[in-house]
């Protein structure tokens, strides 16, 4: 059972939280390639959101080559594989990090610290599964 | 007579509208959202007690005040009163609900739940590949017996009477006779087709209704509500079939005449069967399945999605954002419309229509 659960008070948009949610389902193989995803306007309705914010996260999801969406089979999660590591990705990873990172150090947190933080988010992400835990 | 209808309806109605708020999700109070944690508040668990009461008094009221009428009145001016009496118990009913309804918003803010827990909607991805209903094809013996019904009104027709009893007091005296034609001996078998339809809808809408869990305890809340679904799907077949077997009786009766009192009972039996049984289930079951026990009940930091500002007064959804037409409703049992959509108009005028054209067809 995947559990899809959106913080409806948090600053960043529904379309974003959605897209990120299924991307962590997938890196937490709970959904696996050529998985089906809910329709645009059954995902809406369940989460009680405009169907434009739903298609918006299917949008992207799309650009980047995690989800097929066909007019027949409906959505699923990219049957040929997911998209890679790229240059554009690393630098975008990088300008994703800076701002995260230095807001560490400010506050004190040293290298060892920052890497082991990122080992147990991975850890964690990896062994997914925790399906009573919506926070 | 006229009591036993009276205990049979009235009665069921004032006990499942005083209990109503002991049947509500736990996600909710009096149209309310609440984290489910704090259902058994002390002051709501109040408001709940005093509710009980003050419609159950309304009820029983309004009850005494026909029971006595119907000494005074003839059985025609009596099913009026009984009709308003009915209306004006549901608008009572409402009038006390709407002062908790209020109150309840108050304690809401005052208590600032809100601030306190981290809101949140959660969906199950796989939800409607799971067995939510019962086929639509066990629809097919009230289908046989329309079809039946059908055949049986033109093979013999010609042996039916020129006058046709069409309409009964509920002392089963005929009050109402029609000339013979192919159109008033096609009433029965085409409101039993009507009718067929009309469970074949509900039983898809069980079906495809939005999804509505409790995220701070998904897996429970979501095993309750298929459980909640399936049941009601299992009512809407059996009470259909029923509904569809009773209305061969008037067709039965054009040719071999039956004891209006032994028709009578009938009906009463089928229709005391399916409100009691409707109560009976409302309760065991709760909406959403609230009443299904489940193991583990959580208490969190997070709470089910506050959206009270798209429930006028509390009863009547009414979001143009979201795509869902049907919906659970949040005080009593079953479901809703969202009226902002479009769609929820069209079937409500269609259920309303086709029994209008039927009617006219058949005059």
Request: positive net charge.
């Amino acid at each position: 059972m995947v559990i899809i659960s959106l913080d409806l008070q948090s600053e960043s948009p529904i379309y974003i939280q959605l897209r990120n949610k299924i991307i962590e389902g997938i890196a937490s193989k709970q959904l696996r390639p050529g998985d089906p995803l809910p329709s645009v306007r059954t995902f809406a309705q369940d989460l009680g959101v405009n169907m434009h914010t739903v298609n918006k996260a299917y949008q992207l999801l799309k650009q980047d080559g995690f989800i097929q969406i066909h007019r027949q089979k409906g959505v699923v999660i990219n049957p040929d594989g997911m998209p890679s590591v790229d240059e554009n990705y690393l630098a975008n990873v990088r300008e994703n990090l800076r701002p995260v990172i230095s807001e560490s150090v400010c506050r004190g947190m040293n290298k060892e610290e920052f890497i082991k933080l990122i080992q147990e988010v991975y850890e964690e992400i990896q062994k997914g599964g925790e399906h009573d835990d919506l926070r | 007579m006229i009591y036993v209808s009276m205990l049979l309806i009235f009665l069921p109605l004032v006990l499942i509208t005083a209990i109503t708020p002991y049947i509500t999700r736990k996600t909710e109070s009096f149209g309310i959202t609440i984290p489910s944690d704090v259902y058994q508040h002390p002051t709501i668990a109040e408001y709940r007690k005093k509710y009980a009461f003050q419609s159950g008094l309304a009820g029983v009221l309004i009850l005494v005040i026909l029971g006595i009428a119907a000494g005074f009145t003839t059985d025609y001016l009596w099913t009026i009163l009984y009709t308003v009496g009915i209306f004006v118990y549901i608008l009572v009913a409402f009038i006390i609900y709407f002062q908790f309804h209020k109150r309840m918003k108050q304690l809401k803010e005052k208590e600032n739940w809100k601030s306190k827990k981290k809101e949140v909607v959660a969906v199950d991805l796989s939800f409607y590949n799971k067995k939510l209903t019962y086929s639509n094809g066990w629809f097919l013996l009230p289908f046989i017996i329309t079809v039946f019904s059908l055949l049986w009104t033109f093979w013999n027709y010609d042996r039916m009477p020129e006058k046709l009893p069409m309409h009964y007091t509920l002392d089963g005296v005929v009050t109402d006779w029609a000339d013979k034609s192919y159109r008033t001996v096609l009433l029965f078998p085409f409101i039993q087709l009507f009718m067929l339809g009309l469970f074949v809808f509900i039983n898809i809408i069980i079906a495809r209704s939005k999804q509505q869990m409790d995220p701070a305890n998904p897996e429970e809340s979501i095993k309750q509500n298929i459980i909640f679904r399936r049941r009601w799907s299992l009512f809407i077949i059996i009470s259909g079939t029923m509904m569809v077997l009773l209305f061969t009786l008037p067709q039965v009766s054009f040719v071999y005449p039956i004891d209006p009192f032994i028709s009578f009972i009938i009906t009463m039996v089928v229709v005391g069967v399916i409100v009691i049984g409707a109560g009976v289930l409302s309760i065991v079951t709760g909406q959403g399945g609230s009443r299904v026990n489940v193991t583990n009940r959580k208490t969190g930091e997070i709470m089910n999605r506050d959206d009270d500002r798209y429930w006028k007064l509390g009863v009547f959804y009414f979001n143009p954002d979201d795509p869902a037409v049907w919906v659970e409703k949040r005080f009593g049992s079953g479901w809703t419309n969202n009226f902002a959509r479009p769609t929820s108009w069209i079937f409500l005028i269609l259920i309303l229509l086709i029994p209008i054209l039927i009617a006219v067809f058949a005059s």
